[in-house]
């Protein structure tokens, strides 16, 4: 099975910066057959929201509230996607997860790593 694994959470301050990385693995892994890559936030109370996306040739989209501040770019080689956050906000905090979805509709979901910011 696929499994993706999130690293780069954790405390800063309003203004600052982290960056997330999502790597995938698995014996029978395609990376290639993950059209969308992504990160999702979720916060206490609340709905999981679709941050940012990459396909696999690049194209990307966001949230209009993180539009300017996060970039996701995505390495097919390294089997990885990452999440460049910056002049983070308190708004921001929550579990960001990665997730892949490929063309047939299969998704993919990492653990999740927490990111925290405090104002």
């Not at 990459?54 to 089997?79: M, P, Q, V």
């Not at 929550?94 to 997730?99: L, P, T």
């Amino acid at each position: 099975q696929v499994q993706l694994v999130e690293s780069g959470g954790g405390l800063v301050q309003a203004g600052g910066s982290l960056t997330l990385s999502c790597v995938a693995s698995g014996s029978d892994l395609n990376f290639n057959a993950i059209d969308v890559m992504g990160w999702y936030r979720q916060a206490p109370g609340k709905q999981r929201e679709m941050v940012a996306t990459i396909t696999r040739r690049g194209r990307t989209t966001y949230k209009d509230s993180e539009k300017g501040r996060f970039t996701i770019s995505r390495d097919n080689a390294k089997k990885m996607v990452a999440l460049q956050m910056d002049s983070l906000e308190a708004e921001d905090t929550g579990i960001y997860y990665c997730g892949g979805k490929s063309a047939k509709g299969y998704e993919y979901w990492g653990q999740g790593t927490q990111v925290t910011v405090s104002s």
